[in-house]
């Protein structure tokens, strides 16, 4: 399959992305609040229970996985690159390490304040993506985060050089025939409003899309994974979903190229069912010339992560609700969803 082909597969009406590429840190986290203790075959034993979901392919187009999880397998000794095959998901893989201090940015911030960050893992990329190609990789994402704090940040090199970091990295994606799928992300937390997020969006975007540009990388070939404007978390502010439908999707009229394949949200921080409804107002008010469809971690995985618990008794309930999750996020990606369905949610 070309690149084009595969970018198409992940973005199918009806389907999404699950973000399964939890840092062993993150993953340590979301484990603790249900008091699992964050061993490597616990984690396994997580992700077998998400990958071997019944119906998993139904409304799943892909699998977003760490560098640990694209070497494990499932107790049966399939590893998971052959489950996610044999179930028609496109195995994928986050080769971004993590971020780090942007230099000087320390200097560009008050009293207790975050530093901006760079994302990590330029080096030796390519090496590692023909790694990963060869364990059966077809998409890889990389994830750069993005600030907001009053109106000093995030500060203009700052995404200046999130941008170019996630050209380079897209370049060296297709020419190890890896369709890249590029994460900005502009982060929920902080007090600003939604006009802010659309302000510092518009630039993260503009600043994108010209660095791919200058890159070379071929837009037919990429998938975005961004944002959807919406307030910061501590703003007091609430945007019902055709608001955040209407911000995002002028936003997207103005910046996003018409032979970009499509755009798979993360959810950032938003609940499950706000990520649902969220995605099918834009889709209502479709055709676009972009699929929209959803990449989440958290609106997927949530109540099927406490549904499991950590016990292999609790195994098919646990994927009745991820199956059901999909199901609806699948729905929303043509604008079929209503709220109402939630009523047979197992959950
Ligand atoms: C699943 O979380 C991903 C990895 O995070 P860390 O590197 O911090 O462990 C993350 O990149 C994720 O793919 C996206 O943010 C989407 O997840 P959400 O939960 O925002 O939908």
């Not at 992700?47 to 699998?63: D, K, N, Q």
């Not at 070379?216 to 919406?230: F, P, Q, R």
């Not at 950590?310 to 209503?338: C, D, F, I, W």
Request: negative net charge; charged residues 25%.
């Amino acid at each position: 399959m070309s690149l084009a082909e595969i970018a198409k597969q992940m973005v199918a009406p009806g389907k999404g992305i699950l973000a399964a590429d939890e840092s062993t840190g993150t993953i340590e986290k979301r484990f603790t609040k249900i008091a699992v203790p964050s061993t490597e075959d616990n984690r396994r034993a997580y992700r077998e229970m998400l990958f071997t979901t019944p119906g998993f392919g139904e409304y799943i187009s892909g699998v977003i996985m760490y560098d640990e999880t694209i070497r494990q397998s499932a107790k049966n000794g399939k590893t998971f690159v052959q489950i996610q095959q044999e179930a028609g998901v496109l195995p994928g893989i986050k080769v971004d390490q993590g971020t780090k201090d942007m230099d000087g940015s320390t200097t560009l911030t008050t009293g207790g304040s975050p530093n901006e960050k760079v994302t990590k893992g330029l080096e030796g990329l390519p090496e590692r993506l023909k790694e990963y190609a060869s364990l059966g990789a077809k998409f890889a994402k990389w994830r750069a985060v993005i600030t907001i704090e009053g109106t000093d940040l995030p500060t203009d090199a700052n995404i200046r050089q999130n941008a170019k970091d996630l050209a380079a990295y897209a370049k060296a994606c297709q020419e190890a025939d890896i369709v890249p799928m590029v994460e900005p992300e502009v982060l929920m937390d902080g007090s600003h409003t939604a006009a802010r997020c659309a302000e510092v969006s518009e630039k993260v975007l503009t600043a994108l899309f010209e660095e791919l540009a200058a890159a070379d990388v071929a837009i037919e070939g990429t998938i975005l994974k961004t944002n959807m404007v919406v307030p910061g978390k501590e703003s007091g502010e609430k945007k019902t979903p055709d608001e955040v439908a209407e911000a995002t999707l002028a936003l997207f009229k103005k910046i996003l190229p018409p032979n970009l394949p499509g755009q798979a949200f993360l959810s950032g921080g938003q609940s499950e069912i706000e990520a649902t409804e969220n995605l099918n107002a834009m889709n209502a008010r479709g055709p676009h010339p972009w699929n929209l469809s959803f990449s989440y971690g958290r609106a997927l995985q949530d109540s099927a992560l406490k549904k499991w618990a950590g016990s292999p008794a609790n195994v098919a309930a646990a994927q009745k609700v991820l199956a059901h999750r999909a199901k609806m996020n699948g729905l929303a990606t043509e604008g079929k969803y209503s709220k109402e369905m939630e009523n047979e949610r197992p959950y």
